[in-house]
């Protein structure tokens, strides 16, 4: 999970556009919800959805880790953010729209976790409102044993972070490997991140076990991994 990197996070995802997906989800929201005032974002990260959406709509944030969300409560101080595992919170409340986005549910790891979380969220899913998340890969997508390097280039800090993904039993282990350049000098360390592989099938059987019916299903989505919009069946 994300800990020491917590404080790179935004320069690693440099290269995705938070702005147009943020209005792509609110032209999707007034389309399909067009009475929403308030939305929780669960696997929120540092915010950086909420701080396009904060103002069209009443916004809250939810995450598991501590070291995202004080990145989150910096960017937006007067935004309410939850510590939670998002196969198990209560909030206490429902919200107009709730959101699980960037293939953040796939943390979950296993289809019994990814019912529950499902679950957890349409609990949170207000009457009338839309539940929206935004899919990682299929186990049929899943580029298996393949080297990936990303990098980050800022005039005071140069970022280049790789893995090689493995998998087994629909369960991805990405060991995390960042080189972090400073005026002070180079510094290595590494993470370890667990993701699962779910199918068409897992979300809608996940979704429709949770009483929800689908409303849209997109192939491409915000950041071109797929889209699901579901309200109480």
């Not at 959101?99 to 899913?125: D, K, M, P, W």
């Not at 409102?129 to 140069?158: C, F």
């Not at 000098?185 to 592989?197: A, D, I, N, R």
Request: include cysteine; charged fraction near 20%.
């Amino acid at each position: 999970m994300y800990t020491r990197s917590a404080q790179l996070y935004d320069e690693l995802h440099h290269f995705n556009d938070y702005d147009r997906a943020s209005s792509d989800l609110l032209r999707l929201v007034r389309e399909v919800c067009p009475g929403a005032k308030t939305l929780l974002d669960a696997g929120c990260g540092t915010g950086r959805h909420l701080a396009h959406l904060d103002g069209a709509l009443t916004v809250e944030g939810l995450d598991i880790s501590e070291e995202l969300l004080a990145i989150a409560r910096h960017r937006l101080p007067e935004v309410a953010f939850h510590l939670g595992d998002m196969t198990d919170f209560d909030i206490g409340k429902t919200f107009d729209v709730v959101i699980c986005l960037f293939g953040s549910i796939t943390y979950v790891q296993t289809r019994t976790n990814l019912e529950r979380a499902v679950a957890c969220l349409a609990r949170h899913v207000a009457s009338g409102g839309i539940l929206v998340i935004e899919p990682w890969l299929s186990p049929a997508q899943y580029w298996r044993n393949h080297p990936v390097m990303n990098v980050a280039d800022t005039p005071n800090r140069k970022i280049a972070w790789m893995y090689v993904g493995r998998e087994q039993d629909n369960i991805v282990t990405n060991d995390y490997h960042f080189m972090v350049a400073t005026p002070d000098g180079v510094s290595h360390f590494t993470e370890q991140h667990k993701l699962g592989l779910f199918s068409d099938d897992d979300y809608g059987a996940s979704l429709a076990a949770a009483g929800m019916a689908v409303l849209r299903k997109e192939s491409h989505g915000f950041f071109g991994k797929g889209l699901y919009v579901a309200t109480q069946a």
